[in-house]
């Protein structure tokens, strides 16, 4: 069993930045790759960004050069830096842990208005 706790969203104006953790505890030795998902309102949910255990990263062509997304492994722990943040980026976001099984974490609410 894996367990995934995200934290970090909040109400922020266009052009801001946040950054979103993923803490992940339980049977992490069984995780291959980690990433962040959103789903906005009436939308489908979407990739945002992968990381996988030897570092390699992909991220969406919709957030590219503006996300990123790391890892700190001493903390198991996830993140995504969000800059020059858009109101389309406004969305649920949710980290995902995949392995033997197919964890998710119960989502982060970001919000960018003005």
């Known amino acids: 069993q894996v367990q995934l706790v995200e934290s970090g969203g909040g109400l922020v104006q266009p052009g801001g930045s946040l950054r979103l953790s993923c803490a992940a505890s339980g049977s992490i030795f069984s995780i291959g790759v980690m990433g962040w998902y959103r789903q906005a309102p009436g939308k489908q949910r979407e990739l945002v960004a992968h990381?996988?255990?030897?570092?390699?990263?992909n991220v969406a062509d919709a957030v590219k050069g503006r996300f990123t997304i790391s890892r700190d492994n001493a903390k198991n722990t996830v993140y995504l830096q969000m800059n020059s943040l858009k109101p389309e980026d406004t969305a649920v976001y949710y980290c995902?842990?995949?392995?033997?099984?197919?964890?998710w974490g119960q989502g982060t609410q970001v919000t960018v208005s003005s």
């Open positions: 995902r842990a995949l392995g033997p099984h197919d964890y």
């Open positions: 990381i996988n255990n030897s570092g390699s990263t």
